[in-house]
């Protein structure tokens, strides 16, 4: 019986750790647009690896209550949640693409732009109306736009979406005058 136990958490261990070996990267990029620290120079965003690991740990301590559920949308919704919960620790600017932005604006953002979260669900993930939600993405979008950020930066704009013309993408659903 304890063999079978012993297998059966070795599995486990192997399944999380390619888990985490295919999402990591994008995790953390995550992590650190939330916490609005600079990307570079690497080990200089202590904030989000935290941020990240603590996800990760409840993540893995979920592990077998996924029944076949995404793994990634699990982490990605403890880190959004963890970020909020924590977001009096991120108000100061700390040099990242966003830091101009307030913490529930980065949060916004980076689920709506960069990770494509539905305006619903985000809303649902925060508990916010989904009519705060857009407001809330809009305003994060206009202050970048304004404030010239994302020229040239691993921002929402750099995430795949708005084709490096320097301005981030507007909110999916709504179209900006």
């Not at 990605?76 to 101009?100: I, M, S, T, V, W």
């Amino acid at each position: 019986m304890a063999e079978r136990a012993t297998h059966r958490d070795r599995l486990r261990a192997l399944e999380f750790e390619a888990f985490v070996a295919g999402a990591g990267g994008r995790l953390l990029h995550t992590a650190t647009l939330l916490t609005g620290e600079p990307s570079q120079p690497p080990g200089s965003y202590v904030r989000a690896e935290a941020l990240l690991r603590a996800a990760l740990a409840r993540t893995y301590a979920d592990w077998d209550r996924l029944h076949g559920g995404d793994p990634y949308d699990r982490a990605r919704r403890e880190l959004a949640l963890r970020f909020a919960r924590e977001a009096r620790r991120h108000q100061r600017p700390r040099g990242g693409p966003l830091d101009r932005l307030t913490p529930i604006e980065r949060l916004v953002l980076v689920l709506r732009m960069y990770e494509e979260v539905g305006e619903e669900q985000t809303a649902a993930l925060l508990g916010l109306p989904a009519d705060r939600v857009r407001a809330v993405c809009a305003r994060a979008v206009a202050a970048l736009r304004t404030g010239g950020a994302g020229r040239g930066s691993a921002g929402p704009a750099g995430a795949g979406r708005g084709g490096g013309t320097g301005q981030a993408p507007a909110p999916r659903g709504r179209v900006t005058p």
